[in-house]
């Protein structure tokens, strides 16, 4: 080696559906720690209050918040364009970040945010996004579905980003397992 140090990929995670980022710092701490060990993560909290019961409660404490909004369909987003705005601000704020980790809800989005970066409607302020891992998530649906306007064509090419998929979620849906 030659004698410098590496710097840890720094990377911001963004919790689930009302939840928080101390919930999500919570289960992301049972990850072994050769894992967490190489990495620099930083835990953010949703702008929006939750608006409804959240599905941990009695298992984590509140408070709760959700990223944005959605209809029972999927048809209406409410929120997404300042919910990106909020992220940019902080990334700005708080950055650089070379990924993003995103659980849920937040892995929706952070799904969304390297093809939204590349299309140049999202995260014009901040360096590009390296790679994205995507805890229990997927793309915004769009078939017969709606999806948020401003991620209308976050899919329509492919993006040069890496992903890490995690399929299943027993470490986040039961906790206490």
């Not at 360096?127 to 078939?143: E, N, Q, S, T």
Request: charged content about 20%; some cysteine; glycine content about 8%.
């Amino acid at each position: 080696m030659d004698g410098q140090l590496q710097r840890k990929p720094r990377i911001l995670c963004l919790h689930g559906f009302r939840t928080s980022g101390e919930i999500l710092k919570k289960l992301i701490g049972r990850w072994p720690e050769t894992i967490l060990q190489n990495l620099d993560l930083h835990f953010l909290d949703a702008p929006f209050p939750a608006q409804g019961k959240s599905d941990v409660e009695g298992i984590f404490d509140p408070p709760y918040y959700e990223w944005y909004q959605r209809n029972e369909d999927l048809t209406v987003y409410t929120n997404f364009e300042e919910c990106i705005a909020y992220i940019e601000d902080y990334m700005m704020m708080h950055g650089p970040f070379d990924g993003l980790l995103g659980f849920s809800q937040g892995a929706f989005i952070s799904a969304a945010l390297p093809g939204m970066q590349a299309e140049r409607v999202a995260l014009a302020k901040v360096a590009r996004i390296k790679f994205v891992i995507i805890i229990a998530g997927a793309k915004f649906l769009g078939f017969k579905l709606g999806q948020p306007k401003l991620a209308a064509n976050a899919y329509s090419s492919p993006v040069q980003c890496p992903s890490l998929h995690i399929i299943g979620c027993s470490m986040f849906c039961h906790p206490k397992s």
